[in-house]
């Protein structure tokens, strides 16, 4: 079965300091793996993706990820947290377990508090 | 040009009542998804339309549940009659047909409380 991990519910970090949300998956098959953010009362926004090529993936807001394929990770990072970062994080990795459905499979999420 | 959009934001309601949660996708999306997020869970798949018909549905919890997605444009959800367990945030999505590596468009969701 194919799935998405976030061992941390919350990661704390002082503005300034880098930042690692962490994410493991497990899946059949080359994955296609996403990261969004929901601001508070906001909707799921997309950050950023992985499909093929480099390992390094950029994205919104200054955000990247690295994807580990012998390690089954893609944890997403970014060098500065800012305050404005504060937010709920998730990890997704698209099924292709069967059919053209195209959906996504989430972690549980990853609360960013960034303090000032 | 305007983004998924679901209404209400926020719908109280008590046990045994029907709630119906209504979702616009971002025009010329052919794919439509709901999804659900329970306090504190991972946010799971409920079903997929392409257009008007239901391409997947395996997510969906029971028969209470019930979605519809009429000419292919906006898609209603039903949940009657509703229980305690079916408190959460219901969220919609929506991308353009053959877009399979690309990512999907949400909206803000919409909040059900069952009392």
């Known amino acids: 079965a194919q799935s998405v991990a976030q061992p941390e519910d919350q990661v704390n970090v002082a503005e300034g300091n880098p930042l690692t949300v962490k994410c493991t998956y497990s899946v059949s098959g080359n994955p296609y793996l996403f990261w969004y953010v929901q601001y508070p009362n906001r909707g799921l926004q997309f950050l950023l993706k992985?499909?093929?090529?480099?390992?390094l993936v950029k994205g919104s807001y200054g955000f990247e990820a690295e994807f580990n394929k012998s390690q089954t990770s893609f944890h997403l990072k970014k060098p500065s947290a800012l305050v404005s970062d504060s937010a709920l994080y998730f990890c997704a990795v698209r099924d292709r377990s069967g059919g053209a459905t195209n959906k996504l499979i989430f972690g549980t999420g990853t609360l960013l508090a960034v303090q000032p | 040009e305007a983004g998924v959009t679901q209404f209400p934001s926020h719908s109280v309601i008590e046990k045994g009542q029907t709630v119906t949660l209504r979702c616009d996708p971002i025009?010329?999306?052919?794919?439509l998804y709901w999804y659900r997020r329970v306090m504190g869970k991972e946010i799971k798949f409920l079903l997929h339309f392409v257009k008007e018909s239901k391409q997947d549905e395996s997510g969906m919890p029971n028969n209470r549940f019930l979605a519809e997605r009429t000419g292919g444009t906006y898609s209603t959800l039903k949940v009657q009659p509703a229980e305690l367990e079916d408190s959460g945030v219901y969220f919609c999505?929506?991308?353009?047909?053959?877009?399979?590596?690309?990512?999907?468009?949400f909206g803000e969701g919409s909040r059900l409380t069952v009392l």
């Open positions: 992985y499909i093929t090529g480099d390992n």
């Open positions: 999505a929506s991308s353009q047909l053959g877009a399979n590596t690309g990512e999907l468009f």
């Open positions: 025009s010329g999306h052919d794919n």
